[in-house]
């Protein structure tokens, strides 16, 4: 289902949003052979995203009165990840932002029709984007994000998970799916604090040890939320880097399934996850092809068309949102900490 916005406007409509990206076929195919820098072909796309979010981060709650959580959430989140950054965002443009991210009681009344909300979905963005906040030192207090760990705890189901979306197979980007949900719930508890919230994590990390590995998505909870636990839970690590290996298309990228259509979302997915385990053989070499099938799918404002579920569709959500995991994925996958490794 797509997401509608805390004011209650209809974020479904169609919108020419849509733009041609322009790099040469010719180059897109030698960068995904791995044989240029994705660079060749594309300036800065780094700075190029994190230009573009910022804009639509600051024009959300002008235009709209309200916060949203694509881009009050996933759009800013992946500002403030990119602030030690050389692309680092003008984070004085979007102050109205970070004030509002401060302030938890605020999520619960934002918006003038909290009808068509999901406030569980809400409460997960807004609470990453603030754990996000105050690593890069725009929010001070830990105890506004141990406040809204808590009402985050609060919303995990009796069997580990935090059940957003559940009736997709797998998640947008806008509205994750329980796979997603969840790695990113446990996120923001163990950077709030690991020993007050240990219980709902124990809970995450027991459902993710007892489920299959099937797709990008799963693949990313099992990835985010064992990744501490590497030693006990090497094979089913081991699992789901095997998985995101066999996945990956001859473009680069990744779709939701082994062998479904690449799309920027569950490219920057993988990517993200995988940055953790650039050491293991292999591994920075279909790194290195998936940055080349995000740059190349990079469209000319910085941003990235929407992946949406079913594919083809044009979102405004999905597409602030599907652009702000793919700037996270460009950044955790720079260049420089590429090494040359053949794909």
Known sequence: MEPKSHSGLDLTKRRSTRQQWRPGLAAIVIAWAGLLPAETFAEDPERRAVAFLGSEVARWNRDNQ????????????????GTKTPFAPKLADIRATIDFLGDPDRW???????AFSDKRLARLQFASALAEAHAAGQVAEKSTLIEAAARLAGDQSPDGTWPIDEVAPVGSPATYGPSVATAMAVTTLRRADRVRFRE???????????????NVHEAFSVLIILADEEGPDRARIDEAIG?????QNDDGGWGPFPRSPSEPFDSALALI?????????GVDGFRRRG?????????DDGGWPGTTRPAGGD??????????????????TPMAGLRAASP
């Not at 124990?202 to 590995?213: F, G, I, L, Q």
């Open 291 to 299: 940055r080349a099938f995000l740059i190349a799918t990079q469209q």
């Open 243 to 247: 998985l995101l290996k066999t996945a």
């Open 108 to 114: 619960e009344r934002n918006g003038v029709d909290a």
């Open 273 to 281: 996850v995988l940055a953790e385990f650039g050491n293991r053989e």
């Open 315 to 332: 979102s405004y959500a999905q597409r602030v949102s599907t652009s702000a995991w793919a700037t996270m994925g460009l950044l955790a």
């Open 200 to 214: 709902p994590i124990a809970r995450a990390t027991t459902w993710v040890r007892d489920r299959p590995v099937r």
């Open 66 to 81: 309200c916060f949203s959580c694509h881009n009050d959430g996933d759009a800013a989140r992946a500002l403030f990840s």
